[in-house]
């Protein structure tokens, strides 16, 4: 016994160190235990389900946190899958329509020589093609047996009626039908008048430009026999120049009469030039699917010449419904010849003396449909009265990465005030351009209906959203109804599970 004593005496103690000393080597580091507050677990995309303690989202299977954690989880959440936010409201948008053209010769401006008579070219004044001439300059010089015949009878009439005595009627109707002849042969009335003076004849007929321009051809050359209506020379006027745009035909209801076009030229590298939409054909190019649209573009120094290519920018200001702002020019006449010739009042054409047509106004604006924001039976206060009542010149417009779109269906998800993020259908505009609050171009949509000024829209990570959604089964982008009964998404038509432990968080209000 002593010895059985002895030996537990020993045993005993090392046991026990060995006990302490493995206890102090596998104990917890964790100086201090987190303690699970009490009260409801709820999940942080669902915040309608709420649970006394923590386990599993019956929705979606998320591990559940507490109530007063949802906002820095939910946070958490929205940086690990990149969801952003932001706030709609009115910006000034515009459309663009870039294309490219071709530039050409004014064919109002374009003057076609020929000879009046026939003869011999004696002399030619205009040698050259590209060489600019004025108005009245003279061209060449004719030498015609039937000029010379014409001006016999113009002296011969003049003289009968210097003769005349008593009725001078027969004698002034004949030299009125000498004159008459030399005029259709292009003899100048101040030419004429001379004749009459000096009574003498000559030889030549000298052929004047009808108007100042570039000579853009020249077929005569001296001592060249003419017949009459031979061509001599074709002269243009390149001020102001036409530029002719394709424009395809989902942009034509994009243009307008009257409206500014910017044009660059590979020519001009830097230099900008100015033009106005004065003519849209009115038949569109099966080949191609556009319309040419004619643009007049001034050109005082002829740097501009025919045949040049040249790229065109046409940027149209949206109204309130997302079509284009009116030009200035609905509600003016103008001729349909001379689409340049505009006038405040109704009347004739200074070139072509035609009755000038009016212009057709624009229709109203379409007001933004009503939103009476009860999506999803979710019910919002109205909007403000100034909803319907845009500032001057800007669009609600939401941007473009907010947008989802089927091509039949368009949505954007919205973040509501408890944090959670709720399904909205849009009706939308056309894509426009404008500016983000830093000044940098971006693209949006004008909003019709479905948000109001103020709403926060996801524009980054919504497809992220939305594909939860639908695995979820919930309605989503491409299932407008859900896809099985386990949606609880209540609001949306589809059946509340028969879970007993989850709660919607107010009272006669579902999520």
């Known amino acids: 016994m002593p010895v059985i004593r002895k030996a537990l005496a020993i045993v005993v103690p090392t046991f026990v160190a060995v006990g302490v000393i493995a206890a102090v080597a596998f104990w917890p580091r964790n100086e201090s235990i987190e303690i699970a507050p009490q009260g409801e677990w709820t999940c942080s995309m669902h915040p309608q389900v709420r649970l006394p303690g923590p386990g599993k989202c019956p929705i979606c299977g998320m591990d559940l946190v507490p109530v007063e954690r949802l906002g820095s989880e939910r946070a958490r959440i929205e940086q690990t899958g990149g969801v952003e936010t932001e706030a709609i409201g009115y910006r000034e948008l515009s459309k663009e329509i870039r294309t490219a053209g071709k530039l050409d010769y004014n064919e109002g401006r374009v003057a076609y020589i020929a000879a009046r008579v026939a003869g011999r070219v004696d002399r030619v004044y205009a040698e050259f093609t590209g060489i600019q001439v004025k108005p009245?300059?003279?061209?060449?010089?004719?030498?015609?047996?039937?000029?010379?015949?014409?001006?016999?009878?113009?002296?011969?009439?003049?003289?009968?009626?210097?003769?005349?005595t008593g009725d001078k009627t027969f004698a002034e109707a004949n030299l009125e039908a000498s004159r008459t002849k030399l005029r259709l042969l292009g003899v100048l009335p101040e030419q004429i008048a001379e004749m009459e003076k000096s009574r003498q004849l000559k030889t030549h007929l000298t052929v004047f430009a009808p108007i100042g321009g570039t000579v853009i051809e020249k077929t005569v050359r001296p001592g060249q026999y003419v017949k009459e209506g031979d061509q001599l020379y074709r002269i243009a006027d390149l001020d102001p120049i036409w530029l002719y745009l394709d424009?395809?035909?989902?942009d034509l209801a994009w243009i307008r009469y009257g409206q500014?076009?910017?044009?660059?030229?590979?020519?001009?590298?830097?230099?900008?030039?100015r033009g106005t939409v004065v003519f849209i054909d009115p038949f569109l190019d099966d080949k191609t699917r556009t319309v040419r649209v004619r643009v007049n573009l001034k050109n005082p120094e002829r740097k501009l010449k025919p045949a040049m290519y040249a790229s065109a920018s046409i940027r149209a200001r949206l109204r309130s419904d997302g079509s284009p702002e009116p030009t200035g020019l609905e509600g003016k006449y103008i001729c349909p010849m001379h689409p340049e010739v505009i006038r405040d009042t109704p009347g004739k054409c200074s070139v072509c003396e035609m009755v000038l047509e009016k212009v057709p106004d624009l229709r109203p604006a379409r007001p933004a449909a009503k939103d009476d924001h009860a999506h999803h039976g979710h019910d919002h206060p109205a909007p403000p009265p100034e909803v319907d009542k845009p500032p001057p010149g800007q669009v609600l417009a939401v941007r473009a990465t907010a947008v989802l779109n089927t091509g039949r269906r368009t949505i954007a998800y919205r973040k509501r005030p408890d944090g959670a993020y709720e399904l909205v259908e849009l009706v939308l505009g056309p894509l426009a351009e404008g500016k983000d609050d830093a000044g940098r171009p971006t693209s949006y949509y004008p909003v019709r209906s479905g948000l109001k000024p103020g709403d926060r829209v996801v524009v980054r990570g919504g497809f992220l959203l939305d594909s939860q959604?639908?695995?979820?089964?919930?309605?989503?982008?491409?299932?407008?109804?859900?896809?099985g009964p386990t949606n609880l998404h209540a609001g949306h038509g589809a059946p509340q599970p028969a879970t007993p432990q989850v709660q919607p968080p107010g009272a006669g209000h579902k999520h």
């Open 260 to 273: 500014g076009v910017d044009v660059t030229l590979e020519a001009y590298a830097g230099e900008a030039f």
């Open 136 to 164: 009245n300059d003279h061209l060449v010089d004719i030498y015609s047996p039937d000029l010379y015949l014409t001006q016999s009878e113009l002296i011969r009439a003049v003289e009968m009626l210097a003769k005349t």
């Open 247 to 250: 424009v395809y035909e989902y």
């Open 469 to 483: 959604r639908q695995i979820e089964g919930m309605p989503s982008l491409l299932f407008p109804e859900g896809q």
